[in-house]
């Protein structure tokens, strides 16, 4: 993979680390903001944080592969697979830039994963 296509990569995952970043930050804002209220709201919250709990579960672990992502590239290992050590296709690693894997183990990986009981 040329410098200049990984430059564009390295930009697109910061921006999405960042994006993630804020969105956290504003959950946390508006949960701190709604503490006070009546019953009905209070249950409203409830409801709400547990939306928000699986959201940003959910976004810690994006989170958590783009700062993957971010280290490989500073490695200079970003694009290969991390089973087979093979290039990770282009074309997936524009639609998905945190991909660990190459199509053919990611497939099998979620195979495998599929048998389980």
């Known amino acids: 993979m040329q410098k200049s296509e990984i430059n564009v990569i390295r930009r697109t995952l910061s921006e999405q ?11 946390q804002s508006v949960e701190t903001e709604a503490e006070v209220g009546d019953e009905a709201d209070q249950a409203g919250l409830s409801i709400e944080r547990e939306l928000q709990f699986e959201l940003s579960d959910n976004e810690r672990m994006t989170l958590d592969q783009i700062e993957g992502a971010l280290r490989k590239i500073e490695k200079g290992t ?3 697979c991390e089973l087979c050590r093979r290039p990770v296709e282009r074309l997936r690693l524009k639609a998905l ?7 053919g183990c990611q497939n099998n990986s979620e195979r495998a994963t599929a048998t389980l009981p």
């Open 17 to 27: 680390r960042q994006q993630i970043l804020d969105a956290m930050r504003r959950a």
């Open 78 to 80: 970003y694009g290969l």
């Open 97 to 103: 830039p945190f991909a660990r894997y190459c199509i």
